[in-house]
């Protein structure tokens, strides 16, 4: 890979990086996806990064459990459906835009639907893969 391709992968895992920090402080805002993105974007490009995310307080122990078996974890799941819910009740409020509250309603009740099929744990994956059950819709 070219220094050119490796820089364009290290600005997209610090541009990602970047989002999952402010997911933490925003309502509505992810930190997880983020933070997997920007993983798999430092994996291409700086190992240094890539060790910082695996080893990071926060984001490191939900890293290796998404890596090593799909596990979104269940307060994960809660805080992104209170997050999404207090993020609607605010877009309510403060624009009165029904098409706008329904459509991001929807496309919310479709990631928490997303969500809710994964593992919360590390042991729910585990039991999961040696019933030869699918960690999630894909796999």
Not at 12 to 22: D, E, P, R, S, T
Not at 67 to 84: D, E, H, N, T
Request: charged share 15%.
């Amino acid at each position: 890979m070219n220094k050119f391709t490796k820089a364009i992968w290290f600005t997209a895992g610090l541009l990602f990086l970047g989002i999952a920090y402010i997911g933490i402080i925003v309502p509505g805002i992810p930190w997880s996806t983020p933070s997997l993105i920007a993983t798999y974007c430092f994996a291409r490009s700086s190992k240094r990064f890539h060790d910082f995310m695996l080893n990071h307080r926060l984001f490191g122990p939900f890293i290796k459990n998404w890596q090593s078996g799909r596990v979104f974890p269940s307060y994960a799941k809660w805080l992104m459906f209170i997050s999404m819910d207090a993020s609607l009740v605010i877009i309510w409020f403060t624009t009165n835009n029904v098409k706008l509250v329904a459509g991001l309603g929807i496309f919310f009740a479709l990631i928490v639907l997303w969500a809710s099929r994964l593992p919360g744990s590390k042991e729910e994956a585990d039991r999961r893969i040696a019933a030869g059950e699918k960690l999630g819709w894909f796999k």
